[in-house]
């Protein structure tokens, strides 16, 4: 067994004895809050959704991102498409798609007000909507998870035939089909969390809230990968891969998302507190209650200001361990904005109980399981692909 396939390995059964370890704590957790129930009929329902966007936003993000890579061309996506690979591979998509089915199907009446015909009836605002949603909600459901599943199958056939053959050819696919993917990608992805989680109000609505939240999930993705390369740089085979430069473009990547991330909450912010229109002040109103706004006022600091100011350094940057600091954090801010974003929706209370510790940990160790199991199926670094000396040795 060649050292590189040892560390890969190694890598692999630590995500995979993490993952393992949240799965059945979080399987525990949530049968505790569900059963001691605490005045929430739908605790459990609620607790569900709130663990599976968080994690859903890391697969969705890790696929944008090598949609990204593909289309940009840069230097900085060689050594790291497996990681986007494996944390948002058709598999992976697959069951993030198929954990969404309950709440689609089963539990609709409970998240969004249009599938209540009582609701419905008496609301002009809804009934206009109506056509919009009801039988055609479940088949953008279908489009969205056959085209993105598509997309990720096709990338990751040309990327296994080049690692295979070193044929030049089939990275210049990946870069010709790569900017039309990454459109459809954008276009899909803002319907996608405009039909999840923004029809969720009955009024409602901001036409950036899609992106909003697509910015939020690439965030995450880079985030992620800054942990690995801060955490295996030295180590095979990533030892002499991650050099200053890889870890810079990461990080500028991770700093360029913070700041459009700021920039889209801010404006969305100013747009509706300027027209004062209680239909859409609504949203706002409902997280500046019970201590919600000291959570929104909290985002500002700890998901701007401190990532923000930490990667104006050059020095964080080009230092693996420094970035990786800066990865873990931005993973426990963008929960908090998950969290703040999604609970007050049907929560007043700023309490967090057990059933959504247990389902953030049950998806995390979902996910985990599965990005570790697909770490394994291919080499994290392979030296037939043409494009990565050169990424290499790329100053």
């Known amino acids: 067994m060649s050292e590189t396939t040892v560390q890969t390995t190694r890598i692999n059964k630590t995500c995979m004895t993490l993952g393992g370890v949240a ?38 993000g890790c696929f944008g991102v090598s949609l990204l890579h593909h289309a940009a061309r840069g230097h900085w996506g060689f050594p790291v498409v497996r990681i986007f690979e494996a944390g948002g591979g058709p598999i992976t998509l697959a069951v993030f798609f198929a954990a969404l089915i ?5 539990w609709r009446e409970i ?19 109506a056509p919009y949603f009801g039988g055609f ?12 599943i598509l997309l990720s199958l096709l990338n990751q056939n040309w990327l296994r035939q080049e690692e295979r053959t070193g044929d030049d050819r089939w990275w210049k696919k990946r870069q010709y089909w790569g900017g039309l993917f990454l459109v459809v990608y954008v276009i899909l992805t803002n319907f996608m969390w405009t039909d ?6 009955d009024h409602w609505y901001s036409t950036i809230y899609g992106v909003w939240i697509m910015v939020g999930s690439a965030l995450l993705a880079f985030a992620f990968t800054g942990i690995v390369l801060g955490t295996q740089y030295d180590k095979v085979p990533y030892k002499g891969v991650v050099v200053p430069w890889l870890t810079k473009d990461i990080g500028n990547w991770m700093l360029t998302f913070t700041m459009v991330w700021a920039y889209f909450s801010l404006s969305q912010y100013l747009i509706i507190w300027s027209g004062n ?15 919600w706004i000291y959570v929104g006022w909290s985002l500002i600091v700890i998901h701007f200001f401190v990532p923000f100011i930490s990667l104006l350094s050059p020095t964080v940057k ?34 967090i109980n057990a059933v959504d510790i247990g389902m953030f940990l049950f998806f995390g160790g979902v ?22 000396k050169e990424a290499v040795d790329h100053a």
């Open 367 to 388: 996910w985990m399981l599965l990005f570790g199991w697909r770490l394994a199926q291919a080499p994290l670094i392979t030296t037939m692909t043409p494009r990565l």
């Open 196 to 201: 999840w989680m923004m029809s969720m109000y």
């Open 111 to 129: 998240f969004y007000p249009w599938a209540d015909a009582a609701r419905v009836a008496v609301d002009p605002v809804l009934q206009h909507r």
């Open 102 to 106: 309950p709440v689609i199907f089963g």
């Open 318 to 351: 080009r230092q693996p361990w420094r970035l990786a600091l800066v990865g873990a954090w931005i993973l426990f801010v963008r929960l908090i904005d998950v969290w703040f974003v999604v609970t007050p929706t049907w929560k007043t209370s700023i309490g």
């Open 277 to 291: 229109l209680p239909e859409f002040t609504k949203y706002f109103i409902d997280r500046s209650l019970n201590g």
């Open 23 to 60: 799965l059945v704590a979080g399987i525990i957790l949530a049968l505790v809050g569900a059963m001691s129930g605490g005045g929430d009929p739908h605790a459990f329902q609620h607790g569900y959704f709130f663990g599976w966007t968080y994690w859903a936003c890391m697969a969705f």
């Open 137 to 148: 909600f479940a088949i953008r459901y279908v489009i969205y998870a056959g085209v993105f």
